[in-house]
Nanobody, 122 residues
């Protein structure tokens, strides 16, 4: 069983930045694909970004150019750098992992973090 633990959330002013971290209990290289989801109150869960074993990244249109997903394989950690934050970015952010990229895209991934709150003041 893989555990994913998020950190780095909090409260920020519009235009500000936060960096979320997701530490995995085993090699993220072996997990293959990692990503971040978010869910705002009253809204459906949204896939924010993914990164494959090969390092390819994909982003939701709503965050392109503002968010950057990266990883430190030695630390078994992925990061989501969030810049130019907007009130509509307010949500609980969940780290996700799976052997299969398609399952993460479908929200059917095997591994989930517990979620962390990001609040951008309006």
């Amino acid at each position: 069983q893989v555990q994913l633990v998020e950190s780095g959330g909090g409260l920020v002013q519009p235009g500000g930045s936060l960096r979320l971290s997701c530490a995995a209990s085993r090699s993220i290289f072996s997990i293959n694909t990692m990503g971040w989801y978010r869910q705002a109150p009253g809204k459906e869960r949204e896939l924010v970004a993914t990164i494959t074993r090969g390092g390819s990244t994909n982003y939701a249109d709503s965050v392109k150019g503002r968010f950057t997903l990266s990883r430190d394989i030695a630390k078994n950690t992925v990061y989501l750098q969030m810049n130019s934050l907007k009130p509509e970015d307010t949500a609980i952010y969940y780290c996700a992992g799976d052997l299969n990229w398609g399952r993460i895209v479908a929200g059917l991934n095997e591994y989930w973090g517990q979620g962390i709150q990001v609040t951008v003041l309006s």
